[in-house]
């Protein structure tokens, strides 16, 4: 069955320094990843996706994550973070082969400090 | 192009009633999806719907059914309400079913208090 894990429910940095969400999946295909970010009292934003073509994935935002099958992570970087970076992030994983079915993780918050 | 809009954004219920919550489509999409998100929990997924018809549902029990229009808006009633039935529902729309290639568009969500 697939999962999702996010390693950190909250993760805290200053302005200006690399941001790093974790994010480890299970599946048992080939998997589409995605990342989300939630902003309060707005709808999910889609960040990036990874659909089996680049391991390396440039999102909105200077956002990227790396699909490493041999680690099955998906983790989510920014070389420098900003204020308005701090949101709920997810991590998605869908299987196209089980009907596409969506499996968010749980989140990490993003706290940052000036 | 609107986006996705939810109504009510609020609504506060008591045990073993009923509600319903709309949401509209964005603009050419016949897709649409509803997730409930707890307090400190990631969305997870309730059911979805294609051109009217149910096309997946997650582990959710029969009290939680929905309805497609034909202009693609959609409508997801829960009954017998129970007090963990407190959360953000979210509804999002797509273009054709939400693969990989088809990016999901959501909605504000509507925040639903059961007392």
């Known amino acids: 069955a697939q999962s999702v894990t996010q390693l950190d429910s909250h993760v805290s940095v200053s302005e200006g320094t690399p941001v790093l969400l974790r994010c480890n999946y299970s599946s048992s295909y080939s998997p589409s990843l995605f990342w989300y970010v939630q902003h309060p009292n707005k709808g999910l934003q889609l960040l990036l996706k990874y659909t089996s073509a680049a391991t390396l994935v440039k999102g909105i935002n200077g956002f990227e994550a790396e699909f490493k099958k041999s680690e099955t992570s998906f983790h989510l970087t920014k070389p420098s973070a900003h204020m308005s970076d701090a949101a709920e992030y997810f991590c998605v994983v869908s299987d196209p082969g089980r009907d596409d079915k969506i499996i968010f993780g749980k989140g990490t918050r993003l706290h940052i400090l000036p | 192009e609107t986006g996705v809009t939810q109504s009510p954004t609020h609504l506060i219920k008591t045990r073993g009633q009923q509600v319903t919550l709309r949401c509209s489509s964005q603009?050419?999409?016949?897709?649409v999806s509803w997730y409930q998100q707890a307090l400190g929990q990631g969305p997870q997924f309730i059911f979805q719907y294609y051109r009217e018809e149910e096309n997946g549902r997650g582990n959710f029990p029969p009290r939680f059914s929905g309805l497609q229009f034909p202009n693609y808006s959609s409508e997801l009633n829960v009954n017998a309400l129970e007090l963990d039935d407190s959360a953000l529902y979210l509804c999002a729309s797509s273009l054709d079913r939400p693969t990989s290639y088809n990016e999901q568009f959501f909605g504000p969500g509507t925040r639903l208090t059961v007392l």
């Open positions: 603009s050419g999409h016949n897709t």
